[in-house]
């Protein structure tokens, strides 16, 4: 019987080539998935941007502009609760800065137009919000 030195010996090159090959695919996979990770993640975060901007547009209408089209409440319930969806899928400090964004626009909402405590809140928590999502952009890799 050969001993297991010489079948080690013999064989050393399949041994290490089959050691390269499963780290290499490790290492790809664990890849694809951090990079699908840092794509959705990506894809979510524009998406917030454009609805807090676009959320922050109808305060300024309600409030400043007293538009009651395009400052209507139902178009920012609509916005605060897109953002709200889409900060579930982002990183815990995004979530608890759009659920904070929810409910500060919960709270004061009825305010807008006639009660400047009322718009600096909402402004506040989409700035925040916003800062919030900029930051995790910034720290993909």
Not at 18 to 37: D, G, N, P, Q, V
Not at 48 to 70: I, K, T
Not at 124 to 130: L, M, N, P, W, Y
């Amino acid at each position: 019987m050969t001993s297991l030195r010489a079948q080690l010996r013999n064989n050393a090159i399949a041994l290490i080539s089959l050691t390269i090959a499963l780290t290499s695919f490790s290492h790809s996979t664990w890849r694809a998935e951090r990079s699908e990770a840092n794509r959705t993640t990506r894809d979510a975060a524009f998406q917030m941007l454009g609805a807090l901007s676009q959320m922050q547009e109808v305060v300024y209408r309600a409030h400043y502009d007293h538009d009651p089209v395009r400052g209507s409440p139902r178009t920012g319930w609509v916005y605060v609760q897109t953002i709200s969806d889409y900060g579930a899928t982002m990183p815990a400090p995004v979530t608890l800065k759009a659920q904070r964004l929810l409910e500060v626009w919960r709270d004061h909402w009825e305010g807008l137009g006639t009660r400047d405590a009322d718009a600096e809140p909402i402004v506040d928590a989409v700035d925040a919000c916003r800062a919030e999502v900029v930051a995790t952009l910034r720290s993909l890799r």
